[in-house]
């Protein structure tokens, strides 16, 4: 497991834009898929965008494609979650999850079960 550290929430208006930051301690994620979750309140944590180890392939969840970007540094020391056109309905705490040493580096992975390490959340809260 590798502790994850999340920064960049806050409240934002709808429509504003937010960028996230996670970061792994003591390493990088040259051999971690990675992928950020969300949680609101009295709902289940879900998949909102995913990286595979090799940054050649992503994937959204159909509630932020087009609005949303997960990124990757060139030393790979940070993964972005670029949120754009934001939504009261986007308010969550948001968590970045990773996997390393997966053995397939062109895969990403959207179930929480696949992730064994999480950062403590970062809330993003939405005005309307």
């Known amino acids: 497991q590798v502790q994850l550290v999340e920064s960049g929430g806050g409240l934002v208006q709808a429509g504003g834009s937010l960028r996230l930051s996670c970061t792994p301690s003591g390493r990088t994620f040259s051999t971690c898929p990675v992928g950020w979750f969300r949680q609101a309140p009295g709902k289940e944590r879900e998949f909102v965008a995913g990286?595979?180890?090799?940054?050649?392939?992503?994937g959204y969840a159909d509630s932020v494609k087009g609005r949303f970007t997960i990124s990757r540094d060139s030393a790979k020391i940070t993964v972005y979650l670029q949120m754009n056109s934001l939504k009261p309905e986007d308010t969550a705490v948001y968590y970045c999850a990773a996997k390393c040493g997966a053995a397939f580096i062109s895969t990403y992975f959207t179930g929480r079960s696949e992730y064994d390490s999480w950062g403590q959340g970062t809330q993003v809260t939405v005005s309307s």
């Open positions: 990286m595979s180890t090799n940054g050649r392939n992503t």
